[in-house]
């Protein structure tokens, strides 16, 4: 359908330029990730590049971890993944929930109104994220709050709202509004216009958002590391202590467990949300 | 008469010995599940010190005592630090192990309790020099040491000045510590030395040690990644630098490469770390003090000091006969006059000054 | 236009998401507060020290650094995520598309402190390319690739690749091929339809990416500091120096205030100049 936009036969130099510089982009993303993963089976404790043998024995040994109770850190590694799961899901709710009425009104509004509102949710990618997690830190402690899982939730969706709001704003940009005065001038009411024919039409958008506010809440390190308590935490803090004191295939092999996960959760999003017109 | 005071006196200090000796086992017959319930919020450190203290302290104080110790396990001295800063007076934390700086810091902030020496019998055994500190706020808890690292495949025999790492034959391929550290301090200290000051003479230091920029191939802000600079061959020296990081790798040259050295013309540089407890911590105070009590035990101090190559600072620290002759850990007595131990006041002083310098100098 | 949109219901669909953006922007006043503050570590009274402090050749060394490698960064993400895009979209199996879709997030999913492994085993002085380079005979000392700006700005388009893709496949999706046809059957070759065609047509969407990348780019923090060796000082590790082990929290505030400004001047800039471009074009 859309082959006209890269020609696949008879494309010549233009074809090939187009292919050449995805590869590259393709290898600028996976290259890392190949190379850890390739080590997280070698068969040595030490990380020299190729490994000399391969095992599995290290994923063994993540599956203990698993599976055991784990005495080095706060909190076991599966109270961790269930923490950050819950933080993920909430935030991913949350954001799409706000962000999708909020696109459908900005792509209907004047200019001005919409391009102060996307600047505005575009600042929580702005600030450093160092000081915002400490500004975080101190607002909450300064007005004693009791917030429980919440006081991770809220910054997270802070930072999401950038990703999902472009995604939706996105989404929003092919339907046209004569779409839903159709729907109207058959006699629905505005805001069932919105919900029967908009939400569906923006469908890919307000999935690649959630999937986005799923990944970047589950891997959000900077602003949780200010803000976790030692009851509350989530799998990259945990990570991060168990990556400072030892970098051996054990751990690059946790590492490819997470991107597993994260990969089954996507997933899972995937085929929960979109149905047919999933984004994969 | 002088003799019989003097046979007295002997006799008073060997019990009082035997008693500190034998003080560990009683206390833990005694404490034997008379803290079950109790539960010890500690922070420590993220690095393999931290580990350890799980390993080797919280672990079988948690089976002799049946408290439970929950362990956060995150950051560095400075990050603790800021931390504790923005918790104000709510304190999530009972105990804390953290170096030198740190306690002096949030003494000086009033956000730390003063604990109780006679609950700490185990102080007994400590040397008296590394008993407390910031204030009689912190108590002592193991020796920091920082020496210069080298590649056993490019040094013959370990280097013995921190000359060294300004020979133009490790260009590229030498590593200092990150501004961020106490062991920048020491570096810029040791290059004061070098070039004939005290120390204390920064101005002097800055200047040669602006030399190193273009020459360095990273900081070593992530330990981690040093040692598999090193492994891979990419690293010659570095310094002034812990081999704490590495009781692994310097036990096993021939696969990291890694060497380390105390033995160096100017001096290598020690530094007291503390156990400290803040103001309003949520946990019992008798808890706390059985803890820290437990870290300064013999037994604990010397497997801790094998597992990380720190110093113990109880006089009589069991270590196995390896580690009594490993190079890498130093004991108090063997401290003596190659041993830089920094005036705290002074680094307190000079600290924001010489981070900023350095930072600036060498990036 | 918003004939059917009344008052009433825009106000009712902005409020959740004002809500949810909230506790953000009281973080955002709190820390202007702070870098106003006249102590360091504390509010407490009025000062413009913590902005003066910043005027050093040292900061400015670090805003500029931020800037240029922010939008070099933000170039070539441009220049490669098109291509992905384009490729993404008109991929025709369903498997390719999703491994390709899941290749592109991976920079956002794997630990940075264990990707930055991955760099160094690749990038190291002894790393893969160096020895095939020293094996080949091209060059008999290691080349840095990384610990210096070549490192960070390699970690700064990988990071941000996969944010700037799916925005521009999804303005790819909503062209109309009807252009495209129409363009080739009046005898345009490919490369002119993609620029007087396709590339207009993108172009919001590539201002979208690449004011979210640049943004993105620009607050870095945990890039400069693995893959810099500490050495490429961008304005988010000064920040985050600042913070500890220096406290000096009121000059981190003000720091991280004059990223936000910088930021937010270069995206209205860039909206400016392109609007003005667009509107020469359509007329």
């Known amino acids: 359908m859309k082959t006209a936009l890269l020609p696949g036969r008879n494309g010549g130099s233009f074809t090939f330029a187009i292919r050449l510089l995805a590869v590259i982009g393709i290898l600028v993303c996976a290259l890392p990730v190949a190379i850890v993963t390739i080590m997280s089976f070698s068969a040595s404790e030490f990380t020299g590049f190729p490994p000399q043998s391969f095992s599995f024995r290290w994923y063994q040994d993540v599956w203990a971890l698993f599976t055991a109770a784990d005495a080095s850190s706060a909190q076991s590694v599966s109270e961790a993944t269930l923490t950050s799961i819950t933080v993920a899901v909430l935030v991913m709710i949350i954001s799409t929930v706000v962000c999708v009425p909020l696109a459908y009104v900005l792509a209907r509004s004047e200019r001005r109104v919409r391009e102060g509102m996307e600047t505005l949710f575009t600042l929580p990618l702005v600030f450093p994220l160092v000081m915002l997690g400490i500004a975080f830190l101190l607002m909450a402690e300064s007005l004693k709050l009791e917030l429980g899982i919440w006081r991770i939730v809220i910054p997270h969706v802070a930072l999401v709202l950038p990703f999902v709001l472009r995604n939706c704003l996105g989404a929003m940009s092919g339907i046209h509004v004569e779409v839903e005065e159709a729907a109207v001038s058959l006699g629905a009411s505005p805001a069932r216009a919105f919900w029967d024919v908009v939400i569906p039409m923006m469908k890919p958008g307000i999935l690649a958002g959630l999937i986005f506010a799923l990944i970047i809440s589950f891997n959000e390190f900077t602003v949780t590391f200010f803000m976790y308590t030692i009851d509350i935490s989530t799998l990259p803090i945990w990570m991060y202590s168990r990556t400072v004191s030892s970098l051996d295939p054990a751990t690059l092999a946790i590492s490819v467990v997470i991107i597993l996960f994260d990969l089954v959760l996507i997933l899972l999003v995937d085929r929960l949300i979109a149905g047919r017109a999933n984004l994969f | 008469m002088t003799l019989k005071t003097t046979r007295r006196n002997l006799l008073i200090s060997g019990a009082a010995g035997a008693a500190a000796l034998a003080m560990p086992a009683v206390l833990r017959a005694a404490d034997h599940g008379s803290l079950k319930g109790k539960e010890i919020r500690l922070l420590t450190w993220s690095d393999n010190t931290g580990l350890a203290i799980l390993e080797n302290i919280a672990k079988p104080f948690e089976e002799a005592t049946g408290a439970k110790v929950i362990a956060d396990r995150t950051g560095s001295t400075s990050e603790m630090v800021a931390k504790l800063r923005a918790l104000g007076d709510r304190p999530q934390y009972d105990v804390i192990t953290l170096a030198g700086v740190g306690a002096v810091e949030l003494a000086g902030d009033g956000l730390l309790a003063k604990p109780d020496l006679n609950k700490l019998p185990n102080l007994e055994q400590v040397d008296p020099r590394f008993r407390t500190g910031a204030d009689g706020h912190g108590i002592g808890y193991l020796l920091w040491t920082g020496g210069l690292i080298y590649n056993t495949k490019t040094f013959s025999a370990p280097p013995t000045s921190y000359e060294q790492l300004w020979d133009a034959a490790h260009d590229g391929r030498l590593f200092l510590p990150p501004a961020t550290w106490t062991d920048a301090l020491d570096t810029i200290f040791a290059t004061g030395k070098l070039l004939g000051g005290d120390g204390t003479n920064a101005d002097e230091a800055f200047a040669k040690l602006g030399e190193l920029r273009d020459r360095l191939l990273t900081f070593g802000e992530n330990p981690t990644q040093i040692s598999e600079l090193f492994r891979s061959n990419a690293l010659d020296i570095g310094g002034v630098y812990a081999p704490a990081f590495y009781a692994k790798e310097l036990n096993d040259p021939a696969n990291s490469n890694m060497g380390a050295s105390y033995a160096v013309d100017e001096g290598f540089f020690a530094d007291l770390m503390y156990t400290i407890v803040p103001k309003s911590h949520p946990g019992e105070d008798d808890a706390v003090h059985a803890f820290i009590n437990y870290t300064l035990d013999a037994n604990v101090q010397g497997v801790m000091a094998e597992a990380v190559l720190n110093g113990p600072i109880n006089k009589n620290a069991v270590m196995s006969d390896a580690a009594k002759a490993s190079p890498f850990i130093i004991k108090p007595e063997q401290l003596g006059d190659s041993a830089v131990v920094h005036d705290k006041a002074f680094i307190a002083d000079v600290r924001e000054d010489w981070i900023a310098k350095y930072t600036q100098i060498l990036t | ?283």
Not at chain 3, 16 to 40: D, H, K, M, N, T
Not at chain 3, 71 to 77: E, F, P
Not at chain 3, 105 to 127: F, M, R
Not at chain 3, 227 to 251: C, E, H, K, T, Y
């Open chain 3, 1 to 283: 236009m918003t004939s059917h949109l009344s008052r009433r219901l825009a106000f009712a669909f902005t409020l959740p998401a004002l809500v949810a953006i909230a506790p953000f922007v009281a973080a955002c006043l709190y820390i202007l507060r702070f870098s106003l503050s006249g102590e360091q570590g504390v509010i407490e009274g009025f000062s413009l020290t913590p902005y003066y402090e910043l005027l050093t050749p040292y900061f400015g060394r670090s805003v500029w650094i931020t800037l240029k490698l922010s939008l070099i960064a933000t170039s070539v993400v441009i220049v490669l995520a098109v291509p992905l895009a384009l490729v993404l979209v008109t991929l025709q199996s369903n498997l390719a598309r999703r491994l390709l879709t899941v290749t592109i997030l991976l920079p956002l999913i794997l630990n940075l402190l264990v990707q930055a492994y991955g760099w160094v085993l690749l990038l190291g002085p002894s790393g893969v390319i160096n020895s095939t380079l020293i094996a080949l005979g091209l060059t008999d000392r290691p080349v840095r690739l990384m610990f210096n700006e070549t490192g960070v700005l390699l970690g700064l388009i990988q990071t941000s690749l996969p944010l700037a893709v799916f925005p521009i496949a999804s303005s790819v999706r909503s062209i109309s091929s009807e252009y495209l046809e129409a363009a080739s059957s009046l005898g345009a070759t490919h490369w002119r339809s993609f620029r007087d065609i396709t590339l207009p047509l993108l172009r919001p969407g590539l201002v979208a990416a690449a004011s979210i990348v640049f943004a993105f780019n620009a607050s870095a923090f945990a890039i400069p500091l693995l893959l810099g060796g500490r050495r490429v000082q961008m304005v988010g590790l000064a920040v985050r120096d600042m913070i500890s082990p220096l406290f000096n929290w009121s000059g981190a505030a003000a720091g991280g205030m004059v990223l936000i400004l910088l930021t937010i001047f270069v995206l209205f800039a860039s909206n400016y100049l392109v609007r003005k471009t667009t509107a020469r074009i359509g007329t």
